[in-house]
């Protein structure tokens, strides 16, 4: 069986990265990011990447530290209000963004990974979102074409998963992940416990081994909140 766990992020990533490429990144906020890797891909300097990810991380997390470094060129994404180095960036012309709608997003990813290279929605029809798009009348509306993602890497992060790949999103995280890792031509998943291959009950796997080429154990130090509220609670 081929070996699919590396000791760390820095070497799961040996031998992939090179400039130009698109990289798919898991999570939404900072619920389910692949913190590790994307600190891994900031630290070997690659550069012009083209990132598809909801939104950026928060300003100092995540993806926000490949924005502070200049090495991304363009992000896809559907939401940029938590950062304001993404926004500055933008804003300042020094960043392409290809803004889309969340469900549009997330369905993007899903065909890419299902080999559909494009389909039609309702969503965006007759806004900035659809200038230049095909468009097609269905049933007396009017559609317009979005084409799928698909990437050269993709990384994820995941509770649970064994060394086959297998693996096993926890709540809130089993967000963008599932769909981003069968959307890509190498996905890497960061995983905080790693088990050996047959401990996973196959019913609860939710990205079966297939679609992981690499993967790292990275623990459950980083469990951050990207905004605490709080109540009083009765002495």
């Not at 693996?167 to 089993?174: F, G």
């Not at 905080?192 to 291959?197: C, F, K, R, T, Y």
């Not at 009950?201 to 951050?224: A, S």
Request: glycine share 12%; aromatic share 6%; hydrophobic share 40%.
């Amino acid at each position: 069986m081929v070996n699919k766990v590396y000791p760390d992020a820095k070497s799961a990533l040996d031998g992939i990265l090179k400039d130009g490429i698109m990289i798919m990144s898991g999570g939404f906020g900072l619920c389910g990011i692949a913190e590790d890797l994307s600190d891994a891909i900031r630290d070997s300097g690659v550069k012009d990447l083209t990132v598809v990810s909801n939104n950026a991380g928060v300003d100092g997390i995540g993806l926000s530290r490949l924005l502070e470094t200049r090495q991304i060129k363009k992000m896809i994404s559907s939401y940029v209000g938590e950062n304001k180095l993404f926004a500055q960036q933008y804003l300042a012309g020094e960043l392409e963004l290809e803004f889309s709608p969340q469900g549009t997003l997330a369905e993007r990813i899903r065909a890419g990974g299902a080999g559909i290279p494009g389909f039609y929605t309702k969503t965006g029809v007759g806004t900035l979102i659809s200038e230049g798009k095909p468009t097609m009348e269905f049933d007396g509306e009017t559609y317009m074409m979005e084409r799928g993602l698909f990437a050269d890497i993709a990384i994820v992060h995941a509770w649970k998963g064994d060394t086959a790949g297998n693996l096993v999103y926890r709540k809130t995280a089993r967000n963008f992940n599932p769909m981003m890792a069968t959307a890509a031509k190498i996905t890497i998943a960061e995983v905080e416990h790693l088990v050996p291959a047959g401990e996973i009950d196959p019913d609860h796997i939710h990205t079966p081994g297939i679609f992981v080429q690499r993967i790292v154990e990275v623990g459950t130090g980083k469990k951050r909140i990207e905004k605490v509220t709080s109540r009083q609670r009765p002495a």
